[in-house]
């Protein structure tokens, strides 16, 4: 439920949610830009971020920047709480680039999600690695994704995920490689330009739900 909330406040820019921000966030963090004009998005240059939900048809749809605000400044595994129309909401960072939300009145679950936006192409930039299955999978981290764009050609920089640190050398604009420093194991990275609606190959969904055309959606992102 409350679906249609969310449109209106995406059409609206927020303007009936001018406080929601204020309310959940009174700790005097200026750390997120001001508003650029009614774009949703957070951030200003070419590369932005932008909070989205995931809707009932399995599209991606951008949520307002007063709650983008909020998501943004959401300490990891921290909650939040704001209310559409009828509806209440809770919502949890499951990761910097990915939230639950849950009705409060259904316990119906949607997935929320970060991600880096060009704002001169109007395309999502999505940086893939070659998994163990033959296929694409997307990286997981946004801030990554970016420091890779800005990483000059031929040029390496490291990343810490677990137990396991990475050297990525970029190759050319849109290729890169990935080698474990343990283990020696290499991997090719590839730069995609996508809609922001797609949903990614590969993709697991952290929410739970009874509701069956979630679960319908959820699937179809197995089936790519």
Sequence with gaps: GGRNSWRNNNNNNGNNNGNTANNNNNNGNNTIPAQNGSNPWIGNGRFVNMWQFLENDSKWKDLGYNVAVILEQLPLNGTA?????????????????????????TNNQRDLRRILWDTVNNKRPVWQFNDDKGGWTALDNNDLMLKLINLPI??????TRGQWTYQITKVDATHATQKNTSTNKVRQYRMVEKDKDEMDPNWASKASTNNQNYSVGYASAYSQ
């Design 81 to 105: 709480k704001y209310s559409f129309g009828q509806y209440s909401y809770t919502v949890q960072k499951i990761t910097n680039d990915e939230c639950t939300q849950t009705n409060d009145s």
């Design 154 to 159: 031929g040029q390496n920089t490291n990343h």
